[in-house]
């Protein structure tokens, strides 16, 4: 028991801890749009994000059911703006330029 009776909880690091960047833990940008997508669409399984880099850009394409392509598209475009926009972001950071394109299956 720890102060004034409280457990204390261990915490055992993983057995291969994560790269940090800049305070965050480094994974690929896919990885990071496939997780967003995910949130926000009726069938997370059915969704999927291919990179594909041609002549310097590196296009992020996301496969998703085809129910679910307005929801990720949004309200005048709004949502996969935002996507695209924190992309961007993203691959500022990293020093490449990223697209996000939306595929049906």
């Known amino acids: 028991m720890g102060e004034q ?10 057995a291969r801890a994560p ?4 305070g965050l833990i ?10 967003v997508v995910r949130l926000l669409v009726d ?3 059915e969704v999927a994000v291919d990179e594909v ?3 310097g850009v590196v296009e992020l394409r996301v496969r998703l059911a085809a129910g679910d392509r307005g929801k990720l598209i949004g309200r ?10 924190l992309a961007r972001v993203r691959g500022e950071r990293d020093g490449r330029d990223l697209e996000v394109e939306l595929h049906e299956d």
């Open 43 to 45: 069938e997370p399984r």
């Open 53 to 55: 880099t041609a002549e």
């Open 76 to 85: 005048r475009g709004r949502t996969i703006d935002a996507l695209r926009a």
């Open 5 to 14: 009776g409280c457990p204390v909880v261990r915490h055992r690091p993983p």
């Open 19 to 22: 790269r940090l960047r800049g």
């Open 26 to 35: 480094a994974v690929g940008a896919a990885e990071d749009l496939l997780a």
